[in-house]
């Protein structure tokens, strides 16, 4: 039984989107990052992870649209990111409607908060343009 009042490292996520921080983990015996948080490394079984902020950027590795009545908020797409440091994670990517999003397309991290509650989302990135 966990008698302590330490959040759980879940809840300690959600506190820094709430506050407008993505974070991921990153091992200090292997070197590597983790995403979606967890109290063990999944390459090594070390404990415990840091929170470190990423770059931000990645690649859509695949993805693939919600449909939705327009009442119902519209379409809305569902990807996996993976992001420079090595995870794969799921998320959504906005981008100019008038340019499709594409496997492969770079994209930056952004928080969005509505009413308290941090969201990640993913906005798509021009080539060649500075982010």
């Given amino acids: 039984m966990n008698t302590h009042s330490e959040p759980g490292i879940q809840a300690r996520h959600q506190h820094e989107l709430d506050q407008g921080r993505f974070l991921i983990q990153h091992c200090s015996a292997c070197e590597r990052h983790a ?9 090594c079984g070390h404990r415990p992870l840091a929170l470190a902020a990423p770059s931000g950027l990645g690649r859509v590795y695949s993805l693939t649209t919600v449909h939705r009545k327009p009442e119902a908020g519209g379409d809305f797409n569902v990807s996996l990111i993976d992001l420079d440091e090595g995870v794969r994670l799921m998320s959504r990517v906005q981008g100019p409607p008038d340019r499709p999003l594409r496997i ?22 021009e080539e060649g343009a500075a982010p």
Avoid at 108 to 125: N, Q, T, W
């Fill in 35 to 43: 995403y979606f948080p967890r109290e063990v490394c999944p390459h």
């Fill in 104 to 125: 492969g397309q770079r994209v930056e991290a952004r928080v969005l908060v509505s009413d308290g509650r941090g969201l990640l989302l993913f906005d798509a990135v």
